[in-house]
Structures are given as structure tokens and as C-alpha cells.
């Protein structure tokens, strides 16, 4: 029986994946690494701070530390989504199906927890998710299901109970991982990939989530 909902954020529930785009151009091109959009899009759902390490190992830059670059990142996508609150199609729809089913509601993302919560606030969304929780300090983020793993635990549920919504590969491995239904909804340029057979449902918009694809 399903007992509980773990949603994603990034791409999910906010469409600030563009914003992370842009917030990693303008900071590490400033510091001289050769980075393009398409590599920022290649590593959507991986940890920033994995990202950024990533680049110091192949590209050092002088100055700023890993840590500090990440923040600097990090305060420039919190900047653009409090300026521009870009919620996802269907957000409020699939709460509003999760809590009617009578559904514990809690989030599970590999961005660091202040983002989250000033995410949720800009969105107005807060009082809807039980419980946060992040990948920051984790040692693996996504797609290892740790993250995954101590949602379930945190909410007193076995992870089969419980039902994740994601939107990229990475977390779609993460919650498989962590042996949860899986609910998919893709970028739309990527609808069409294969890899997201191994999901349980895949939806276009969380516009077409129903009561149905809630059951166990």
C-alpha cells in the first residue's frame, strides 16, 4: 500500500533547471573554465558541488574555493527563482491528489537545503511537504537513493510504501534504486528516450496525475 509521496524539486516542481544552467556559465566562465550550455545540461540531477569539484579537477582556476564557487552558484539561483517563482504545470493538481489520498507528502532533492526552502517559500508551497530533505551533506548524491532511502526512513516507511516523482534519469535511478514506484515526468525534449521504460508511470505535465496512478 502506498502510504506516502517524495517529490524532486529542480525540473519538478520549479523550472529552475535553466536557471542553474545560467548560474553555472556566468560563475565558472568568469573564472576561465571552458564549460558550454550543453555540458551544464548533461549533468542536470548531479549535485552542484560534485559538478563544480568535477571542473577544479580538470580545469583549476585560481581564487575561490570549491565551496565558495558553489555558493555562488547556489545565491544566484535563488536570486533568479525568487524573482521569476516558475512553478511546473500540475504542482498544486498533484498535491491536492496526494493529500486527498491521504498521503504523507515529503520532498527528497540533491539541491542544497537552503535552496529548498527558499524554493518552496518563492513558490508558496511550504505547509503542503511534511518533511525536506537534501543530498547536500549526504557522501553520494543522486542517483545513489540515499537521499531516497532516509525520506522513507524519516517518515516511519518502508520504501516500497511509498510513491517518488521525478524527472530525470539520475533521480529516476535513485528512487528505482531505493525500490519505490516511480513516477516520471520527463523534459519535454527528452519524453521520447527509452531509458524511462524502467519507470512505473511516465506523465507529460503532473497535470495528468490521477487518483489511479496513486494506487499501489
Known amino acids: 500500500m502506498i502510504k506516502a509521496a517524495i517529490f524532486d524539486m529542480d525540473g519538478?516542481?520549479?523550472d529552475s533547471?535553466?536557471?542553474?544552467q545560467d548560474a553555472q556559465l556566468l560563475v565558472l566562465q568568469e573564472l576561465g573554465?571552458?564549460?558550454s550550455r550543453q555540458d551544464t545540461i548533461d549533468t542536470t540531477g548531479i549535485r552542484i558541488d560534485q559538478?563544480?569539484?568535477n571542473y577544479y579537477k580538470t580545469q583549476c582556476w585560481?581564487?575561490?574555493t570549491c565551496e565558495q564557487v558553489c555558493e555562488m552558484i547556489l545565491d544566484k539561483v535563488i536570486e533568479l527563482v525568487g524573482i521569476n517563482k516558475p512553478m511546473m504545470p500540475g504542482v498544486l493538481h498533484a498535491l491536492r491528489l496526494c493529500k486527498e489520498a491521504n498521503l504523507k507528502i515529503a520532498l527528497a532533492s540533491s539541491s542544497p537545503m537552503r535552496l529548498i526552502d527558499a524554493t518552496l517559500k518563492a513558490l508558496d508551497i511550504e505547509e503542503w511537504f511534511e518533511q525536506r530533505y537534501s543530498a547536500e551533506h549526504l557522501k553520494y548524491g543522486k542517483p545513489h537513493p540515499e537521499v531516497y532511502l532516509n525520506a522513507a526512513e524519516g517518515l516511519g516507511l518502508d520504501p516500497k510504501?511509498?510513491?517518488a516523482f521525478e524527472d530525470f534519469f539520475a533521480g529516476l535511478l535513485a528512487a528505482k534504486s531505493a525500490q519505490m514506484k516511480t513516477i516520471v515526468v520527463p523534459e519535454h525534449n527528452a519524453a521520447t528516450k527509452e531509458l524511462w521504460v524502467i519507470s512505473d508511470i511516465k506523465l507529460?505535465?503532473?497535470n495528468e496525475l490521477s487518483a489511479h496512478n496513486l494506487a499501489p
Do not use: A, D, N, S
Not at 17 to 20: A, D, H, I, R, S
Open 62 to 64: 585560481q581564487g575561490p
Open 12 to 14: 519538478l516542481l520549479v
Open 17 to 20: 533547471e535553466p536557471f542553474w
Open 204 to 206: 507529460r505535465t503532473l
Open 161 to 163: 510504501e511509498c510513491i
Open 33 to 35: 573554465v571552458k564549460i
Open 51 to 53: 559538478i563544480v569539484k
